[in-house]
């Protein structure tokens, strides 16, 4: 990276619109398009405090402008490098970065860091008839009831029975397979991205160390930022496009669960990262960021990847219907009554660590782009065909996970977030300090009684977790997610506030 100093560097950033920037060429050698990135006022700072204070020579994670920057160098890139409100450093790619390669290019690439080792991280809404005072005189028991049905933590083992055959079928089929087992109903697979389900996953192509870190882990949630929350509806910002979600009440009740792919995810990720970094030696690809290793999409271990990682989203999907069987079964005990008396229908399942074949305007003409999303949601607009004919007339619903005790939101998507964004929006909130720093500056009992204030039951498994997740550990989700909605490329909906969280 250049010597350059601060105020040199931001020749090269520009405002170009409400909430939108622009990173020029020429900010980190061998751009290939621009950068764009979207934040207000309040996240502008954040940003720029960490191009500031960034260090570069001692190695490790990149501020994230210069990591969208990078990213604008791989070969294929089309449109521009894209970050969102919650973008921060990652792996290789920041969280919240968006890129499309093109097909149709025969250097284009595929990046394990575009997609992140929680491969198929997403966020599952469930509603039900209840409302707030009705679930009030048992919150605690539900609160334990979910902690005690849902395994959670690092180590933690499902409850699904499962063999190595049976593990397969789950990589292969995704949420097919749940269905077969009586684990989802068919209303679930509809109300899910892909369907639940990437038709092009190989399990042949996944490691044997892969599958073995696997097989114990299906119906559970795992650690950091996942997460099964009991959540009210605190504000409907769109009223007809909510009922279609079956959203029609304040203080209706809502469910929750943020998780992925665990360590079998995590594996497939590292096992692509090896065998890209010979490929590129093999076909001479040079990147800015050796964590943005890549091979040619075309290429064998290109290809090799994409089909491990459908297996990895499908684990994935199969992990959150599993976790949805068991809320479904720890409600129906507490309230004694069938999930189907308690209407627990699927509102939506997004994915926001992935990689998709998809149909894009570039340019005025259509082309057929794989489109990176790390720590972004697809946000697809009314009327596309990859949506369900419940969203038609609404767009695609999408889930925004807040962090531990603050509110969530459910956005749909727009036609400018087609245009704009490929089709995608924010995530969450975004780290704003690291783990590290937010276990040596805040204390998790204070933490506890600042959540026991705000009414909120917490089950959690680590109390170092408590701090690493706090409400100061990140940005404000109201910013990030007003910052898309002013933009355009989603549009809100509905606001949801938690009364009981479950972590590892």
């Not at 509603?127 to 959670?152: G, M, S």
Request: glycine share 10%.
């Amino acid at each position: 990276m250049s010597s350059r100093t601060y105020d040199e560097e931001m020749t090269y950033l520009k405002k170009i619109g409400h909430n939108t920037w622009k990173i020029e060429k020429g900010f980190v050698p061998n751009m290939r398009v621009e950068g764009r990135f979207y934040v207000n006022d309040k996240l502008e700072s954040l940003m720029f405090d960490e191009l500031r204070h960034s260090d570069v020579k001692g190695g490790g994670f990149l501020p994230a402008v210069k990591q969208i920057a990078n990213v604008a160098c791989l070969p294929g890139i089309v449109g521009y490098s894209i970050g969102l409100p919650d973008v921060h450093s990652g792996y290789g790619f920041a969280i919240g970065n968006i890129a499309a390669m093109d097909m149709s290019d025969p250097e284009a690439v595929v990046s394990p860091g575009g997609v992140g080792f929680d491969i198929n991280c997403g966020v599952r809404l469930i509603r039900t008839n209840l409302l707030e005072k009705d679930v009030a005189p048992h919150k605690e028991q539900i609160c334990q009831c979910l902690f005690d049905h849902i395994p959670v933590g690092v180590g933690s083992k499902g409850i699904i029975p499962m063999n190595a055959r049976d593990l397969d079928e789950a990589i292969e089929m995704g949420i097919d397979w749940s269905l077969r087992e009586g684990y989802a109903w068919a209303e679930d697979k509809e109300h899910c991205e892909e369907y639940g389900r990437m038709l092009h996953a190989d399990p042949t192509k996944v490691s044997l160390k892969a599958k073995k870190r696997g097989l114990p882990q299906l119906g559970t949630l795992g650690s950091g930022n996942h997460y099964a929350e009991i959540q009210v509806v605190d504000e409907i910002f769109d009223e007809k496009k909510a009922a279609k979600m079956g959203i029609e009440n304040i203080g209706q009740v809502c469910i929750m669960i943020h998780s992925g792919s665990r360590g079998f995810g995590h594996q497939v990720a590292t096992d692509a990262l090896l065998e890209m970094e010979r490929a590129m030696k093999r076909d001479n690809i040079i990147v800015n960021d050796r964590q943005l290793a890549c091979a040619r999409i075309s290429s064998k271990e290109g290809q090799d990847y994409l089909k491990a990682m459908a297996c990895a989203s499908n684990f994935a999907w199969v992990n959150r219907s599993s976790m949805t069987f068991l809320t479904r079964q720890a409600f129906a005990k507490i309230f004694n009554a069938s999930p189907d008396d308690l209407d627990m229908q699927v509102i939506y399942d997004v994915s926001h660590n992935i990689a998709k074949i998809e149909q894009h305007l570039v340019d005025g003409q259509t082309k057929k782009l794989l489109v990176h999303r790390k720590g972004a949601t697809r946000a697809f607009p009314p009327d596309h065909p990859s949506i369900p004919v419940d969203y038609q007339l609404t767009g695609q619903p999408i889930l925004i996970g807040g962090t531990m005790g603050t509110h969530s939101y459910v956005l749909t998507g727009t036609s400018t977030g087609m245009q704009q964004t490929f089709g995608t929006t924010c995530h969450g909130s975004g780290r704003a300090i690291s783990r590290a720093k937010a276990r040596r500056v805040l204390n998790y009992q204070d933490v506890l009684e600042e959540m026991s204030k705000r009414g909120i039951s917490v089950r959690v498994a680590s109390p170092k977790l408590i701090m690493e997740e706090a409400p100061e550990s990140y940005k404000n989700v109201t910013d990030v997610v007003n910052t898309c909605h002013e933009v355009g490329i989603s549009a809100k909906c509905v606001k949801l506030r938690p009364i009981g969280v479950i972590k590892g």
